[in-house]
Each structure stands twice: as structure tokens, then as C-alpha cells.
């Protein structure tokens, strides 16, 4: 007998209240704390707060615990609270040659001003499993020995480049540099977009998809000719212009990966021949991702630089619309919700088409055998 | 910053800000989806500074923020009260230029500057023009014209005073190349009527 | 950090604004439906925000109707035709939850109506507003993946593409396939995509009394039609539109013309057909109305778990 499907309200009560339990896991074993998210899965952590477009460490730990270490769901939480939080306005750019340097290294030059500092990086590690780690309460690693901090500024490498004219400039010249940038969260993205949209999309994109886009143009979908100009990552000063006072306030500092990609250009007849830039800056320590926005960024720069379009990375339409996994997670997953009204429709239709091919076919048959006999 | 401290505070903004503002857009949006229809807006307690009116008033202050270029006319952007007030309560940038309206607000009906001088947006992007808001005495009396289209069952006549002479041929006009134009909204001190570009407008003498 | 950790803990339920979204928010969505109300059909772009609920799963139709909702209103919200699927239940709760409004199962007594893929079967009134989810507004996408170019069309009234993809179904299929999503031109200026309703449902946009909203949040899009506007279902002069016939009543009240879901009983063939939409259902059996499954208790056991 036929019982109306009731009770969905019931269900999805159930249904959470199932999720914490999971969510918790045996209670034998230690409940995570925010701290110790924040401070051993802190790759974890940037990454949410990159794409989650909020700079909080604690809320991003408190997002991976209670996404369950899902980073997409956490991305997704971060981004719903802070949609919620008022805006006072924008902060001024971030000076990031006045970086804290952690970490910088170039791959165009064997030395420069600042040297190369490798700083912590899984680079040049031997990728076997630490069984130590395995080991509860092991020994702490040992210190590191760390240097001073350094009192110069470090240059970056694309300004020692500036220098002799053999990179184009960061603001192409007749733009002014303190025009108003664009917000994609306040204005729907609309084409052609500009690369402080672009660049903005991007830095909120998804990880694995700007890494495969990435990829594909060194593999010759749109070819950039790329050279890790340089990859800093530290500490830089925000600050926030305050109308009353007359003057920049600083509000703190914040962790950024910065990418800057040298890029070749064979000029045109309105440029000499010169190096073009591609740009990757987020929050934390996120190289492979900075990296992935900074070719991401040149490809999609392709029409402004006068070459030949057409690759994935290049199609400023395709890039800036299927970036934000937030975005795209949900819509895929909104295939799990019931469309059985449309699919009624389609059940219909395709036991319609079958009627009438049946139909075809039967006549088709009669009126070969009639004219066979 | 010390022009604002010196002049006199504002007029305070609507009473409950929330339900307010949420009970005037309710108001405008039933009177653009009903045009020509007078809507009751009911300001209750609430006071603007002359010449502009509660109604208007109630309607910039729901609708208008940071975001949206109000256009003023004279008598409005010759009263610092006015200006005060609405920079106080929406933030709004106040423009003298028409063609970068999102908003205009129209005391003296009679000397509305030409419709055409506003933003009307693009075929592209026809929500990128001016929505106006007109203040007039009266939406009753003599029907000057009748409207059709969106929103209306079978033909309406509608009038509103006072107007230019010009003003509903002007219109008619803006409306023909629809999806461009302009917006209407024409209120007295009780009530709100909308005519949007959508509304195909006939002039009685034609 | 303190600091932070507080804002963590302090953004607990009750707290936030009426209906969830900031004021901000809301004037930025509002002006937009008033745009879109003046330009009825056309889609307007508007900065949709991340609801606390995933993209695709209504939250452009709970941005609109979180920005027209008032104290006074009473809400009902269905998907599928349903007030009990889990999503409208959980829809509504978060309007129960942010908005404390009322709330209803019943057609007549709401004055917003939040739908997914249905219009309800009984006739809308000229008071009550029904608020669309849409997934995906543009309705020339699956012919032109680019928004420059829908774009363009749009502004030149350039339909060409969508009557010849239907000409194409004709022509392979002997009649046009599109079952749901079908197109329609409103006041004879844009074509619209009817959010994904089945076509059956089309005839009823047509002259509605009531205000039609449509909001489709991933997409950032807006669009409305005003009560008492011509919409047509596009058609061809030898290829009429028609919407789909079921060749039986709803099993359980008996009703006919209306939309109906199959069931399957069993796995050997064994299916009936029931009212789609559950309150035009629920109001006939209890006016008394049976179908050929009569006698079945009005409020139904629950299955699901």
C-alpha cells in the first residue's frame, strides 16, 4: 500500500544529530583541539582561509573540525560567516617588498640582494613516511637554528628587473595606480573582467582546479614561457586608510604566499621587446597554489598581450565561471536533491518516443513485407 | 569631518530601520508591479526635511546606499539640511550628473528636467539606468493618459499633477525603446505610484 | 586571537538579522527586483551572497525571499510540489528559525510562495508573490555557453538559436522535446526560462495574478514577471505547444488535469499515479474527494527515514 513520504522534518533532525555523532568519532580517543588544527594542520588551515577570502586562523580550525576535515565544506563554512560580517572598507595594498621574510627563493638568479632563503618547505625532503610521527607523544623535533630577522627590506626580484625597463611594469602605463579595484563579492562578475577581478577570482579559486589549469598550459595549452621569477612567503603589514584621521592605520599583520612569475614577450609595435608578469598572492603558506594563480593569471592575460587565444587557461569565461569550489560543489551536489518532477516529464516523453518508434518500425516491416510479397 | 560636527544633527532616519524599510520596498515594489495603481505608504511618525517629503524620503532611505549616485534637483540639492540628511542615513554619493543616476529624487515635479538627460542603461544591461522618484501633489483628477501593458489587467487611465506639459509625450517616448529607459515613481504625501519603462503609455489627444 | 575566538562562539542561533541577510544586502537585491519587475523577463545580475545553505540547493530564491519578507507575511515553501521534501523543510525552518514568520502548507492562506520545479495547481491570488529557485536563468546556455553572447542576443531580440534547436527536435523526434525548463517569451520582448517546472505548468505563468520573482543565486541573477503578463510557451504554427496529459486521475483524491507522480509499488510493473502537489491533494481528500487507492488515512505514515 502506498504511504505518502512524510516526515522529512523527523529525518533531517536525525540525520545531524547522526553527523555529530560521526563527526566526534569514538570518545575514546582525545578531541582535537582549535590550537592544535591551528598549529599542525596549518597548510590546512591557509588553505581554507585563502579560499574561504578570511584571514582567522581559529575560525578556519574551527571550520576543519567541524567540516571533519572536508576542506571544501569548511571553505564553504568560512564564507557563509563571513558574508554575515559588516564591512567598514578596503585596506591599502599590501607592501609585501616591506615582507618579514620566512621564506624566498628564485629560480632566475643564483644570488640577488636578500639572498635565497629557504626557509620551511617540503622541498628537497625525501616524500618516505616518518613512522616517528606514528609514535604517541614522540620526541619533539629539535630546535632550528633560526637568523636574525632581517632589518633591510628585500627586494623583490621583478623590481631589480623594473630597474633596467626589461619587465613591463606592474600598472600598464596610462593606467592610474590607486584606480578603484573591483569586488566580486559586492558585484556580480560581468566579461570582459579586469585582472583586479580576475586576480581576486583567482586567489578565492580552487586549488586543484587552478593547479590542473596551471599545469595544462606548461604541457602547451597556452604556453607562457614561465621562470619562478621568485616565491616569498612572511609576514606583511595591513593597513586601512582612516577617512577621520587622515591617514593609514596599521591593523595587524598576516601571513602571504606571493608568486611572481617572469613570463617571455616578444613585444609589439607599441612595446620593445620585454619580460611579462603573472601574479599569485595567498593568505599563509600556499606555494603550489600562489604558483598555479600566477600562470593561471598570465594565461588569461593572452588578449591584453595580443597572442593567440583558444587554450582552457586562456578562456577568461571558462576560468572566472568554474573557479570557486564553493560554487561548484554545490551545484553538483544539488544533483542529490529530488527532481522527480522532471524526471516524470522525461519518463513520459521517452515511453512516448518508444511508442512511436515501435510504431515506425512495425509499419516500416509491414510495408516491406507488403511490397516483398 | 568638522562641516558635519558644526551644522545641526540630522533628522533621525526611520523609527525601525528593519521592518521599516522592508514595509516601504513592499509598498514600491507592489506599485511597479501595478502601475498606475496609488499604493498607501504610511510614514507614521516619521519626518524628513523640507522640501522633501516623508513619503520620498522613506522610500531613498530604504533603497538607497553607498552604492547608488543620488541625482538632486535644485531645491533639494540647495537645502543642506537635505543633503545632510541623506548622507547621514544612506551614505549615498550625491551626483550632479544625471547620466550617472542610479537614483533621482524630484521635488518640483513641474521643472523636471528631460527625461532623457537620465541614465537609461544599455541594451545590455537595461537595469544599469535611474529610477525617479517625483514628488507630486496629486495621482487623482483628471486621467492624462492610459496604461497598459505588465501588471495591468486590461487598460487603466492615470494622472498625476502637477507634471510639464511635455512630460507624457517625453515618456511615451522613453518607453518606446524599451528595454532602455527610465522608472517612475510618483508619490504624494500618502501614497506611491509606479510606472515602469515596461508600461505602454497612450496620450488622450492622439 | 581572543578576539576571534569570540566572534566564534558569540554567532550563535537568534542572533542574526531579521531574515539573515545584512540591510546592505537586501537594498542591493531589492533595487534589483524593482529592475527586474520594470523589465519583466530580463535577467538582472545581482552580487549574490553565500547563504549559509550549498549553491544549487534554492539560494537565490531564499536571498529573494529573505529580502521581501515581512513580519506579516506567512510563507510556504515546496519542492517538488511537496511541502514535506526534505529540502523545503529545511527552507522553511531557516525562515521559521531567522524570520520567526508564519508558516503554512496551505496554498490560499500563504503570501510568499517559495517553489522548486512546481506551481501550485490551485490558481495564485493577486496578493501573493511565488518566488522561484532557479539553477540556471539564462535560457539560450545549452545553445550558447558564453554570457557575452547570451548577452548579446538578449539585447538584440536575437532568438534565432532557440527556435531552431526546437525546429531540430521536431525534426528528429516528430514533435519538440523539451519536457521542463521549457522556454517562453514574456510581454513578446525577452525569452525566459521558466526555472525547471515542467511545461505543464507553463500556461500558468501566463496572465498570473500574482507576482512572479525568480532568483538564481550561483548564477547571480534576478528576474520577475508582474501579475497579468502575456507569457507564451515558444511554439512553432504547425507545432503547437501543448503540456503534458496523463490518462488517468490522482489515484489517491481522484483529481484530473493536474500534475501526478508516479509511484512504483513494486518491482514487477506495479506503479500509481499521485498528486504532485501535495496540499491540492490533501485539500480534496478532505473535501471528501477519493481516487481508485481510496481510503487512505489523511495524515500519512511516515517511510521516511
Same mark, same amino acid.
Given at each position: 500500500?502506498?504511504?505518502?513520504?512524510?516526515?522529512?522534518?523527523?529525518?533531517?533532525?536525525?540525520?545531524?544529530? /547522526?553527523?555529530?555523532?560521526?563527526?566526534?568519532?569514538?570518545?575514546?580517543?582525545?578531541?582535537?583541539?582549535?590550537?592544535?588544527?591551528?598549529?599542525?594542520?596549518?597548510?590546512?588551515?591557509?588553505?581554507?582561509?585563502?579560499?574561504?577570502? /578570511?584571514?582567522?586562523?581559529?575560525?578556519?580550525?574551527?571550520? #576543519?573540525?567541524?567540516?571533519?576535515?572536508?576542506?571544501?565544506?569548511?571553505?564553504?563554512?568560512?564564507?557563509?560567516?563571513?558574508?554575515?560580517?559588516?564591512?567598514?572598507?578596503?585596506?591599502?595594498?599590501? %607592501?609585501?617588498?616591506?615582507?618579514?621574510?620566512?621564506?624566498? #627563493?628564485?629560480?632566475?638568479?643564483?644570488?640577488?640582494?636578500?639572498?635565497?632563503?629557504?626557509?620551511?618547505?617540503? %622541498?628537497?625532503?625525501?616524500?618516505?613516511?616518518?613512522?616517528?610521527?606514528?609514535?604517541?607523544?614522540?620526541?619533539?623535533?629539535?630546535?632550528?637554528?633560526?637568523?636574525?630577522?632581517?632589518?633591510?627590506?628585500?627586494?623583490?626580484?621583478?623590481?631589480?628587473?623594473?630597474?633596467?625597463?626589461?619587465?613591463?611594469?606592474?600598472?600598464?602605463?596610462?593606467?592610474?595606480?590607486?584606480?578603484?579595484?573591483?569586488?566580486?563579492?559586492?558585484?556580480?562578475?560581468?566579461?570582459?573582467?579586469?585582472?583586479?577581478?580576475?586576480?581576486?577570482?583567482?586567489?578565492?579559486?580552487?586549488?586543484?582546479?587552478? /593547479?590542473?589549469?596551471?599545469?595544462?598550459?606548461?604541457?602547451?595549452?597556452?604556453?607562457?614561457?614561465?621562470?619562478?621569477?621568485?616565491?616569498?612567503?612572511?609576514?606583511?603589514?595591513?593597513?586601512?586608510?582612516?577617512?577621520?584621521?587622515?591617514?593609514?592605520?596599521?591593523?595587524?599583520? #598576516?601571513?602571504?604566499?606571493?608568486?611572481?612569475? #617572469?613570463?617571455?614577450?616578444?613585444?609589439?609595435?607599441?612595446?620593445?621587446?620585454?619580460?611579462?608578469?603573472?601574479?599569485?598572492?595567498?593568505?599563509?603558506?600556499?606555494?603550489?597554489?600562489?604558483?598555479?594563480? *600566477?600562470?593561471?593569471?598570465?594565461?588569461?592575460?593572452?588578449?591584453?598581450?595580443?597572442?593567440?587565444?583558444?587554450?582552457?587557461?586562456?578562456?577568461?569565461?571558462?576560468?572566472?565561471?568554474?573557479?570557486?569550489?564553493?560554487?561548484?560543489?554545490?551545484?553538483?551536489?544539488?544533483?542529490?536533491?529530488?527532481?522527480?518532477?522532471?524526471?516524470?516529464?522525461?519518463? *513520459?516523453?521517452?515511453?512516448?518516443?518508444?511508442?512511436?518508434?515501435?510504431?515506425?518500425?512495425?509499419?516500416?516491416?509491414?510495408?516491406?513485407?507488403?511490397?516483398?510479397? | 569631518?568638522?562641516?558635519?560636527? &558644526?551644522?545641526?544633527?540630522?533628522?533621525?532616519?526611520?523609527?525601525?530601520?528593519?521592518?521599516?524599510?522592508?514595509?516601504?520596498?513592499?509598498?514600491?515594489?507592489?506599485?511597479?508591479?501595478?502601475?498606475?495603481?496609488?499604493?498607501?505608504?504610511?510614514?507614521?511618525?516619521?519626518?524628513?526635511?523640507?522640501?522633501?517629503?516623508?513619503?520620498?524620503?522613506?522610500?531613498?532611505?530604504?533603497?538607497?546606499?553607498?552604492?547608488?549616485?543620488?541625482?538632486?534637483?535644485?531645491?533639494?540639492?540647495? +537645502?543642506? !539640511?537635505?543633503?545632510?540628511?541623506?548622507?547621514?542615513?544612506?551614505?549615498?554619493?550625491?551626483?550632479?550628473?544625471?547620466? &550617472?543616476?542610479?537614483?533621482?529624487?524630484?521635488?518640483?515635479? !513641474?521643472?523636471?528636467?528631460?527625461?532623457? +538627460?537620465?541614465?537609461?542603461?544599455?541594451? !545590455?544591461?537595461?537595469?544599469?539606468?535611474?529610477?525617479?522618484?517625483?514628488?507630486?501633489?496629486?495621482?487623482?483628477?483628471?486621467?492624462?493618459?492610459?496604461?497598459?501593458?505588465?501588471?495591468?489587467?486590461?487598460?487603466?487611465?492615470?494622472?498625476?499633477?502637477?507634471?510639464?506639459?511635455?512630460?507624457?509625450? &517625453?515618456?511615451?517616448?522613453?518607453?518606446?525603446?524599451?528595454?532602455?529607459?527610465?522608472?517612475?515613481?510618483?508619490?504624494?504625501?500618502?501614497?506611491?505610484?509606479?510606472?515602469?519603462?515596461?508600461?505602454?503609455?497612450?496620450?488622450?489627444?492622439? | 586571537?581572543?578576539?576571534?575566538?569570540?566572534?566564534?562562539?558569540?554567532?550563535?542561533?537568534?542572533?542574526?538579522?531579521?531574515?539573515?541577510?545584512?540591510?546592505?544586502? $537586501?537594498?542591493?537585491?531589492?533595487?534589483?527586483?524593482?529592475?527586474?519587475?520594470?523589465?519583466?523577463?530580463?535577467?538582472?545580475?545581482?552580487?549574490?551572497?553565500?547563504?549559509?545553505?550549498?549553491?544549487?540547493?534554492?539560494?537565490?530564491?531564499?536571498?529573494?525571499?529573505?529580502?521581501?519578507?515581512?513580519?506579516?507575511?506567512?510563507?510556504?515553501?515546496?519542492?517538488?510540489?511537496?511541502?514535506?521534501?526534505?529540502?523545503?523543510?529545511?527552507?522553511?525552518?531557516?525562515?521559521?528559525?531567522?524570520?520567526?514568520?508564519?508558516?503554512?502548507?496551505?496554498?490560499?492562506?500563504?503570501?510568499?510562495?517559495?517553489?522548486?520545479?512546481?506551481?501550485?495547481?490551485?490558481?495564485?491570488?493577486?496578493?501573493?508573490?511565488?518566488?522561484?529557485?532557479?539553477?540556471?536563468?539564462?535560457?539560450?546556455?545549452?545553445?550558447?555557453?558564453?554570457?557575452?553572447?547570451?548577452?548579446?542576443?538578449?539585447?538584440?531580440?536575437?532568438?534565432?538559436?532557440?527556435?531552431?534547436?526546437?525546429?531540430?527536435?521536431?525534426?528528429?523526434?516528430?514533435?519538440?522535446?523539451?519536457?521542463?525548463?521549457?522556454?517562453?517569451?514574456?510581454?513578446?520582448?525577452?525569452?525566459?526560462?521558466?526555472?525547471?517546472?515542467?511545461?505543464?505548468?507553463?500556461? $500558468?505563468?501566463?496572465?498570473?495574478?500574482?507576482?512572479?520573482?525568480?532568483?538564481?543565486?550561483?548564477?547571480?541573477?534576478?528576474?520577475?514577471?508582474?501579475?497579468?503578463?502575456?507569457?507564451?510557451?515558444?511554439?512553432?504554427?504547425?507545432?503547437?505547444?501543448?503540456?503534458?496529459?496523463?490518462?488517468?486521475?490522482?489515484?489517491?483524491?481522484?483529481?484530473?488535469?493536474?500534475?501526478?507522480?508516479?509511484?512504483?509499488?513494486?518491482?514487477?510493473?506495479?506503479?500509481?499515479?499521485?498528486?504532485?502537489?501535495?496540499?491540492?491533494?490533501?485539500?480534496?481528500?478532505?473535501?471528501?474527494?477519493?481516487?481508485?487507492?481510496?481510503?487512505?488515512?489523511? $495524515?500519512?505514515?511516515?517511510?521516511?527515514?
Amino acid at each position: 500500500m502506498y504511504v505518502a513520504v512524510k516526515g522529512g522534518e523527523k529525518a533531517i533532525r536525525n540525520a545531524h544529530r /547522526l553527523l555529530a555523532h560521526e563527526r566526534r568519532g569514538d570518545r575514546a580517543v582525545p578531541d582535537l583541539t582549535l590550537a592544535q588544527i591551528v598549529e599542525q594542520m596549518a597548510l590546512s588551515v591557509a588553505r581554507v582561509m585563502a579560499e574561504g577570502s /578570511l584571514y582567522d586562523m581559529e575560525l578556519a580550525a574551527l571550520a #576543519i573540525k567541524q567540516a571533519r576535515g572536508d576542506l571544501i565544506e569548511a571553505i564553504f563554512l568560512i564564507r557563509a560567516y563571513r558574508t554575515t560580517l559588516p564591512r567598514f572598507g578596503y585596506s591599502e595594498p599590501l %607592501d609585501t617588498a616591506k615582507m618579514r621574510v620566512r621564506r624566498r #627563493i628564485s629560480a632566475t638568479y643564483k644570488d640577488l640582494p636578500g639572498g635565497q632563503l629557504l626557509g620551511p618547505t617540503f %622541498d628537497y625532503t625525501h616524500r618516505l613516511l616518518d613512522f616517528k610521527l606514528a609514535a604517541e607523544g614522540g620526541e619533539a623535533p629539535g630546535t632550528p637554528e633560526l637568523a636574525e630577522a632581517a632589518e633591510e627590506d628585500m627586494p623583490r626580484v621583478t623590481d631589480l628587473l623594473g630597474h633596467e625597463g626589461l619587465i613591463e611594469p606592474d600598472v600598464p602605463e596610462g593606467e592610474i595606480e590607486d584606480s578603484e579595484t573591483g569586488d566580486l563579492t559586492r558585484e556580480p562578475l560581468s566579461f570582459p573582467a579586469g585582472r583586479d577581478i580576475r586576480l581576486q577570482n583567482l586567489a578565492r579559486g580552487d586549488e586543484g582546479f587552478l /593547479l590542473a589549469l596551471g599545469y595544462s598550459t606548461q604541457r602547451g595549452f597556452g604556453r607562457t614561457h614561465p621562470f619562478a621569477g621568485e616565491i616569498r612567503l612572511g609576514e606583511v603589514e595591513v593597513e586601512f586608510f582612516a577617512e577621520e584621521l587622515g591617514f593609514a592605520v596599521p591593523l595587524g599583520r #598576516i601571513s602571504v604566499t606571493e608568486c611572481q612569475m #617572469i613570463n617571455q614577450f616578444q613585444g609589439s609595435a607599441k612595446a620593445p621587446p620585454q619580460f611579462s608578469r603573472g601574479y599569485g598572492l595567498v593568505f599563509g603558506q600556499g606555494e603550489r597554489k600562489a604558483m598555479s594563480m *600566477a600562470l593561471v593569471d598570465r594565461a588569461l592575460r593572452s588578449r591584453e598581450l595580443g597572442e593567440e587565444g583558444g587554450a582552457p587557461a586562456q578562456d577568461e569565461e571558462f576560468v572566472l565561471s568554474h573557479s570557486d569550489n564553493v560554487q561548484a560543489t554545490g551545484f553538483v551536489e544539488h544533483l542529490k536533491l529530488p527532481h522527480y518532477v522532471d524526471f516524470q516529464a522525461e519518463l *513520459a516523453l521517452v515511453r512516448q518516443m518508444r511508442r512511436e518508434w515501435e510504431e515506425r518500425n512495425r509499419k516500416d516491416k509491414a510495408d516491406a513485407q507488403e511490397a516483398a510479397e | 569631518m568638522s562641516a558635519l560636527l &558644526e551644522a545641526a544633527a540630522p533628522l533621525p532616519g526611520l523609527p525601525d530601520p528593519v521592518h521599516d524599510s522592508q514595509a516601504t520596498f513592499r509598498t514600491v515594489m507592489n506599485a511597479l508591479a501595478r502601475p498606475g495603481q496609488p499604493q498607501k505608504l504610511d510614514t507614521g511618525d516619521f519626518k524628513a526635511p523640507a522640501p522633501l517629503s516623508n513619503t520620498a524620503a522613506a522610500i531613498a532611505l530604504s533603497l538607497v546606499d553607498y552604492d547608488t549616485p543620488v541625482w538632486l534637483d535644485s531645491a533639494l540639492a540647495g +537645502s543642506s !539640511e537635505v543633503r545632510q540628511f541623506l548622507r547621514f542615513h544612506t551614505g549615498c554619493p550625491i551626483t550632479a550628473d544625471r547620466g &550617472e543616476a542610479s537614483f533621482a529624487l524630484i521635488s518640483d515635479a !513641474e521643472r523636471m528636467p528631460p527625461l532623457a +538627460s537620465f541614465n537609461q542603461g544599455t541594451l !545590455e544591461y537595461p537595469d544599469r539606468s535611474t529610477t525617479i522618484i517625483a514628488m507630486v501633489d496629486r495621482l487623482t483628477g483628471p486621467k492624462a493618459v492610459t496604461l497598459s501593458g505588465p501588471g495591468l489587467k486590461t487598460p487603466a487611465g492615470f494622472g498625476a499633477n502637477p507634471l510639464p506639459l511635455s512630460f507624457w509625450a &517625453e515618456l511615451a517616448t522613453i518607453h518606446a525603446q524599451f528595454p532602455r529607459g527610465v522608472d517612475m515613481l510618483f508619490v504624494t504625501k500618502k501614497q506611491v505610484a509606479g510606472l515602469p519603462r515596461s508600461t505602454r503609455i497612450e496620450t488622450k489627444d492622439r | 586571537m581572543n578576539a576571534q575566538a569570540d566572534t566564534a562562539t558569540q554567532a550563535g542561533e537568534g542572533e542574526y538579522n531579521f531574515a539573515y541577510l545584512d540591510e546592505q544586502t $537586501k537594498r542591493m537585491i531589492r533595487r534589483a527586483i524593482l529592475k527586474a519587475i520594470a523589465v519583466p523577463g530580463y535577467q538582472v545580475p545581482f552580487a549574490s551572497r553565500e547563504m549559509p545553505m550549498p549553491y544549487g540547493w534554492g539560494t537565490g530564491g531564499v536571498q529573494v525571499t529573505a529580502s521581501i519578507l515581512g513580519r506579516d507575511d506567512v510563507l510556504k515553501v515546496i519542492d517538488q510540489g511537496s511541502d514535506d521534501t526534505t529540502n523545503a523543510v529545511s527552507i522553511r525552518a531557516f525562515f521559521e528559525k531567522t524570520a520567526q514568520v508564519a508558516t503554512t502548507t496551505r496554498t490560499d492562506e500563504a503570501t510568499i510562495i517559495q517553489t522548486r520545479h512546481r506551481i501550485p495547481e490551485k490558481a495564485l491570488k493577486e496578493d501573493q508573490i511565488i518566488v522561484y529557485q532557479v539553477p540556471i536563468p539564462e535560457p539560450l546556455r545549452f545553445l550558447e555557453p558564453r554570457e557575452t553572447e547570451t548577452r548579446k542576443m538578449h539585447a538584440l531580440a536575437e532568438y534565432g538559436l532557440m527556435h531552431v534547436k526546437l525546429y531540430e527536435d521536431i525534426a528528429r523526434h516528430g514533435h519538440i522535446a523539451t519536457t521542463y525548463a521549457y522556454p517562453v517569451k514574456v510581454d513578446g520582448r525577452y525569452v525566459m526560462d521558466p526555472s525547471p517546472t515542467p511545461k505543464f505548468d507553463n500556461p $500558468k505563468m501566463h496572465e498570473m495574478d500574482a507576482l512572479q520573482l525568480f532568483g538564481a543565486g550561483r548564477e547571480k541573477r534576478i528576474y520577475a514577471i508582474p501579475p497579468h503578463t502575456a507569457v507564451e510557451s515558444l511554439d512553432f504554427e504547425d507545432y503547437p505547444f501543448e503540456i503534458q496529459k496523463f490518462d488517468r486521475p490522482c489515484a489517491i483524491c481522484g483529481a484530473e488535469n493536474v500534475y501526478l507522480d508516479e509511484v512504483v509499488l513494486d518491482d514487477r510493473g506495479g506503479r500509481m499515479f499521485v498528486c504532485s502537489d501535495t496540499d491540492h491533494c490533501e485539500e480534496r481528500r478532505a473535501a471528501g474527494h477519493t481516487g481508485e487507492a481510496g481510503g487512505i488515512p489523511l $495524515k500519512g505514515e511516515e517511510t521516511a527515514r
